[in-house]
Each structure stands twice: as structure tokens, then as C-alpha cells.
């Protein structure tokens, strides 16, 4: 169960990160979504509504997406759909129901690192950065790789990439949590990035498997790099070795799809 002594709004970043700063057990709400899954005493819940956050843009190189734009915009906005054959729209699409994601921010589902998150292995493969209120903007594989530390995620950019990517994942049923996903993309050029998650950990990226689809390896023989290359766990969802068998069958599946 959660409890909230306040409820705070604030009217400026500045505002807010003090806020957050003051008190051990002050949160960001983020749409208050995943946060109902545990149980804690909460003194400060901070609401980011009032600061102009919820934007989908794009500049001639990038696209910004600020942090408490929701999930479901995420899902059915023509530049996210557009951009590298919809992938994060097809990712954001399998979390539970619509009401729930027109409720979810992006800032939370990011600066979470949910090892579950169906958003994660897409923004990595498409060399997603994160600006923070305090951190400054840094690569999202560097931030899912640091120790929790308080902040403000102000926005996810990307940049605007020319190539293909796909999201999969497998999962017992429709708006379940995944039992693994992942993403990849294939840039003209040539270029492979590849995101497993669900493992049962954060997303990462196979930087090994990638590199051998580029230098040309047979998707059997890449397949079989990716449990040597990443960690697997076990949990209620699904055993360490069932998810190695089945990150083989994902990533040969991936790659079906986005095109040899």
C-alpha cells in the first residue's frame, strides 16, 4: 500500500528538484502508475504537471520528448510512428491497456529502469540520450548503468537516424509483463544495435552480437552470442535458462523482420 502525506505541485524545475531533495522519502510521481506496484510511506509526492513537459518535437536533427508526455502519445504520434519504422510506438503499444498508458510518463518509465519496461530496449537501440535537471544530458546506456541517484529526468532525445528497427517480445498474455523483449536496429549504412531486456534485468545492449551481424556472421551463429553476452535471471515469469533458449528465438526473429 502507499501513503502520501503531500501532494506538491510545483511551478519551476528549481522548485521541484529542492523538493525532491529535501526529504529521504520524497518521490516523483510520474503518473503514479508503476509506483502502486510496491508498498511504501511516501512524505512528498511532487507532480510535474505545471512545467510544461509534456512535448513531442523535433529539430532538424533531433526529436524531444519531454518527460511527463505520456505513453499513449508516445503510441499514436505521427513523429514517433514515423521514425524508424514506429518502433517505440510498437513497443509502448503491449503495456497493459490504454487508460493505464494515457496515465504513464515517459520521465518514470525511464528513469525507473524497470527491468520489465517494453520502452528501454527501443531507445537504446536507437542511441537514445536523457537531459537530467542536476546530471546534465548523458547516453541512456551510461545512465541505466549508474547507481540510483535523485533527479529530475527532464526529456529523452533522439537522434534522427536513417535505417529500420523492430521491437519483440514474448510474453503469456496480451498486456502481461514480458517474460523478454528487445529491439533492433539496422541503419543504411549497415550499422546493427541490439537491446535484450526483460532478462529478468534493465535493458541492455549486445554490442558483441551486433558487431558479428555487421561483420557479416550467420544469424545462427550470432544468435548463440547473445546468452555468452548478457546476464539472465530467474523469476515468477520465467527460469535463467528458459529466457537464454528464448532470447535465440527473439533475436532470430528480430531480425527477420527488420530486414536482411
Do not use: W
Not at 504520434?77 to 503499444?93: E, H, K, L, T
Amino acid at each position: 500500500m502507499i501513503t502520501i502525506k503531500e501532494y506538491v505541485a510545483p511551478e519551476s524545475l528549481e522548485e521541484a528538484y529542492e523538493i525532491l531533495m529535501s526529504g529521504k522519502t520524497n518521490l516523483i510521481l510520474g503518473g503514479f502508475g508503476f509506483i502502486k506496484m510496491g508498498s511504501r510511506a511516501v512524505n512528498k509526492a511532487i507532480d510535474l504537471c505545471n512545467l510544461s513537459l509534456d512535448y513531442i518535437t523535433e529539430t532538424e536533427d533531433e526529436i524531444l520528448i519531454g518527460a511527463e508526455t505520456s505513453l499513449r502519445a508516445l503510441e499514436i504520434n505521427d513523429i514517433i510512428r514515423n521514425y524508424c519504422g514506429g518502433v517505440i510506438s510498437q513497443g509502448v503499444s503491449n503495456i497493459v491497456g490504454v487508460q493505464f498508458r494515457n496515465m504513464a510518463k515517459v520521465g518514470a518509465s525511464v528513469f525507473s529502469r524497470y527491468g520489465f519496461s517494453d520502452l528501454l530496449p527501443s531507445l537504446l537501440v536507437l542511441d537514445a540520450k536523457v537531459r537530467l535537471y542536476k546530471g546534465g544530458l548523458m547516453n541512456l546506456d551510461d545512465f541505466l548503468e549508474r547507481d540510483f541517484e535523485k533527479d529530475i529526468l527532464v526529456e529523452v532525445i533522439l537522434p534522427k537516424k536513417k535505417g529500420m528497427a523492430v521491437y519483440d517480445c514474448i510474453r503469456k498474455s496480451t498486456g502481461d509483463f514480458p517474460i523478454i523483449n528487445g529491439a533492433i536496429f539496422k541503419g543504411e549504412n549497415g550499422q546493427y544495435r541490439i537491446a535484450i531486456g526483460s532478462r529478468p534485468q534493465r535493458a541492455k545492449l549486445a554490442i558483441k552480437a551486433a558487431k558479428a551481424l555487421e561483420n557479416g556472421d550467420d544469424i545462427e551463429a550470432v544468435v548463440e552470442i547473445i546468452p555468452e553476452e548478457l546476464h539472465f535471471g530467474t523469476n515468477i515469469r520465467g527460469s535463467k535458462e528458459y529466457r537464454e533458449d528464448m532470447s535465440k528465438a527473439l533475436l532470430s526473429r528480430m531480425y527477420g523482420k527488420v530486414g536482411v
